[in-house]
């Protein structure tokens, strides 16, 4: 069984940086972080391969959002520079296989809020 425990949300001007953390229990898997605003699916932020050799970034946090990872302490890091507004969500961390989609991910923490103020 693999927990996840994030943390690091919080409130922000618009153009500042935020950075989340996601610590892992258990088994190593491929990581990723996913976002969601009320009445709308889960949307794919970003995701790093086990090995750390895949990374993928959706289009619109490209240039802005770095995901790193530490192996050994199995942790996984969303640096979340340049916000925007509508980067306001709740931010899940997720573990599995590697993908963009939710389903591929087995596992997922509880969610962390992230609001950027305008």
């Known amino acids: 069984q693999v927990q996840l425990v994030e943390s690091g949300g919080g409130l922000v001007q618009a153009g500042g940086s935020l950075r989340l953390s996601c610590a892992a229990s258990?088994?190593?898997?491929?990581m990723g972080w996913f976002r969601q605003t009320p009445g709308k699916e889960r949307e794919f932020v970003a995701a790093?391969?086990?090995?750390?050799?895949?990374?993928y970034y959706a289009d619109s946090v490209k240039g802005r959002f770095t995901i790193s990872r530490d192996n050994a302490k199995n942790t996984v890091y969303l640096q979340m520079d340049s916000l925007k507004p509508e980067d306001t969500a709740v931010y899940y961390c997720?573990?599995?296989?590697?993908?963009?989609?939710?389903?591929?991910?087995?596992?997922w923490g509880q969610g962390t809020q992230v609001t950027v103020s305008s």
């Open positions: 997720a573990a599995g296989n590697m993908g963009v989609i939710p389903s591929v991910y087995a596992y």
């Open positions: 258990g088994r190593i898997w491929a």
């Open positions: 790093k391969s086990l090995n750390g050799a895949s990374t």
